[in-house]
């Protein structure tokens, strides 16, 4: 099983995103997953230009280069593609939708119906695709990741893939910021590194185990007034 996961966060490694794909990649490898990471943060992917080359002059690929040519090919393998970003402006950041506008080549240009729907046939054979959502936000509240998941259940659709579900931490600098000082959270890695090894071991992430990934870490007036205390002393 091949899985490929996509860290769009500008803080690379350090950043609170990773502090939860971290442990699910865990999950994925200890259940026997052949793991590939990808930092947007380390690579160099142009914009899509939108000349259309890679349907119609030559098909598949893509005229620049750029290290999209090096990750394309090991997306085309993947069974597991995994996306995550911090939220950015109730969306992912600029250079994950960067990549992600780079997969175009992965579709031909004919229009089929898939259901009651248009989409573009894919070049890859991989069957019973699957992806995944890491992310992580400022704001207290879980619903402020509805855009991102609905847009990222949108793009698992015309990629022709299953979306198997999200591991969201919302008040993700108090996460960080607990672990460090020691605090009862760690049951917050446990649930990601299940959520890795259930996917490789049942194909699906229980819903009990997702909600453990995204459970509240402290009450939200008490969260507004220490984040507020520690902006006041940063600024
Ligand atoms: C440009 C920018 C936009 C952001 N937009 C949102 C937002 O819309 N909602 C939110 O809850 N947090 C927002 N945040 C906060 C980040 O999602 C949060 O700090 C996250 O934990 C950062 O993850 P990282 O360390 O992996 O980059 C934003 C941060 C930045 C820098």
Redesign the pocket.
Known sequence: MKVVAING???GEK????LILGPFLEGLKAAGADVRVFLTKAMTVHPCQGEYNCWFRTPGRCFQEDDMQTLLPEVVEANVLVLAT?????GMTGPLKTVVDRMIPLGDPKIEMRGDHCRHPGRSTVKDRKMVLVS????WELD?FDTLVSHVQAIARNLDAAFAGALLRPH??AFKAMLDRHLPVTDVLDAARDAGRQLIETGSIAPETLSAVSRPLLPRDQYVATANQHMARRG
């Open positions: 966060s500008p803080q950043g609170n995103t990773a911090p939220l950015y402006v109730d992580n936000c400022g704001f402020n993700g600098p």
